[in-house]
């Protein structure tokens, strides 16, 4: 499953509507009612981007910073430094969540550097009852039950905990359940979590078997025709660098002029 470099802004357009109301609080985030996503990208002096996980306006005005931790983080610089970014560019308050996966039980919340004051809030995933919320999830799909609690329960269950079942085969029941919800906007604001929320952190072989059960949606289809782009784009600006000309990057490439012609002025710094 190859993610284009702005999936999170592709995915940005579908997660308003699949989060609506406080549905957050299913994973340990109450008070969270989503307006719309964030563009995540912050320009820096140094000519190059820094991007966070995923961030969401709230209806309070403020922005949810969501970060997503396999590892403890030791401490909260880089997360302190986001945010100021963040707060400079957009003048609002930001929540900072940062959500924990695999095996980290705790890690700092707070920062102390003085005059500088910072805090975010741990949420551990692997504390919330996998086999349950699966259990849930499935209950409510067979007897037409659904709700948006059970999109966010299902999307986030790769993280939760198993007793019952082993990681394997919970995985395995999570992607046969994703298969089984019928509707096609289901699917799309699915995919939109699972990308936005975990598709950096999955491993090779959960993408893989993913992208079979998430390919006929109209999110993912788009992801990765971006993500194709992306690649011709980038084959292109080295031939133009090379001196190939305009006309042979355009047939070699697929791109159509004008888009070889907005390569050809990032190649000129002229864009």
Request: net charge negative.
């Amino acid at each position: 499953m190859k993610l284009a470099r702005n999936a999170n802004d592709i995915v940005a357009k579908h997660l308003t509507n699949a989060l609506p109301g406080d549905v957050l609080s299913v994973i340990g985030i109450p008070d969270a009612n989503v307006v719309r996503a964030v563009p995540t990208e912050i320009p820096k002096v140094e000519v190059r981007q820094e991007f966070t996980d995923i961030m969401l306006e709230l209806a309070s005005g403020a922005l949810l910073h969501l970060e997503f931790q396999t590892t403890r983080e030791p401490g909260l610089y880089r997360f302190a430094a986001y945010d100021l970014a963040i707060a400079e560019r957009y003048k609002r308050p930001i929540r900072t969540v940062v959500l924990y996966t695999g095996d980290v039980k705790e890690a700092p919340s707070e920062l102390d550097a003085g005059s500088l004051r910072y805090a975010v809030e741990n949420v551990y995933l692997n504390r919330l009852d996998g086999d349950g919320v699966l259990e849930t999830v499935k209950r409510h799909l067979a007897t037409h039950e659904w709700t948006a609690e059970d999109r966010v329960r299902l999307a986030f269950a790769f993280h939760m905990r198993f007793d019952r079942r082993t990681r394997g085969e919970a995985f395995d029941e999570i992607v046969d359940t994703v298969q089984k919800v019928p509707d096609r906007y289901e699917q799309d604001y699915l995919a939109a979590l699972i990308l936005g929320f975990s598709g950096r952190i999955l491993g090779e072989e959960q993408k893989a078997r993913l992208r079979r059960v998430l390919e006929m949606t109209e999110l993912l289809r788009e992801v990765e025709q971006e993500a194709r782009r992306e690649e011709r784009q980038e084959i292109a600006e080295r031939l133009l660098r090379d001196g190939t000309s305009l006309s042979d990057v355009v047939r070699w490439t697929g791109l159509s002029e004008e888009e070889a012609k907005e390569v050809l002025k990032r190649v000129r710094g002229e864009g």
